[in-house]
């Protein structure tokens, strides 16, 4: 069997494909990155990197930095999304998952540099609602509309200047 092996490692050094794997624990990483990494960062930078490292600890519970996957980091995706959020009833927002992803992938880039993983996963980030909201009630807007009619400026010849300024208010609201 050793002999085996010993043709596998230098048909993998002769094609060029051969990676050593270092076995580096996931504790010691973070610990390491925590040290080199993190004190480059602002207070809250820091606080939030070491909240996104904790929740993908809490949840994956990675023994070894080489084996994150791709498929590790879907997993961490799925579970996180299904936390309870801040507000009574609902799970963790998508832009606080993208921002434990983003973190997350900083530092495994990191350990790929390292040369602590062989390949950094891919990752998919989470789509998140792009709509504002409403800005102003029904209300509100019924009686800003209704009080351009006592608008002086501008002085147009076209329109006076309350129709101007409900022209604008509707084409602004659209």
């Not at 809250?44 to 930095?65: G, H, I, N, T, W």
């Amino acid at each position: 069997m050793a002999e085996k092996f010993q043709r596998k490692i230098e048909g993998e050094l002769a094609a060029g494909t051969y990676r050593h794997e270092v076995r580096k624990p996931w504790s010691e990483f973070r610990t390491e990155y925590e040290q080199k990494i993190l004190p480059r960062l602002s207070g809250r930078s820091q606080d939030l990197v070491k909240l996104s490292l904790a929740a993908f600890e809490r949840l994956v519970r990675p023994a070894l930095v080489a084996k994150i996957t791709t498929a590790t980091i879907d997993e961490f995706v799925a579970q996180r999304r299904l936390e309870p959020g801040k507000k009574r009833e609902s799970t963790v927002a998508p832009a606080t998952v993208n921002r434990d992803l983003r973190h997350l992938k900083a530092a495994l880039g990191v350990a790929h540099e390292w040369g602590y993983l062989p390949k950094a996963p891919r990752f998919r980030f989470v789509r998140e609602e792009e709509r504002i909201g409403r800005i102003v009630t029904p209300e509100h807007f019924r009686l800003i509309y209704d009080g351009c009619k006592h608008a002086e400026k501008p002085a147009l010849a076209q329109c006076s200047a309350g129709e101007w300024w409900q022209a604008l208010l509707v084409f602004a609201s659209g």
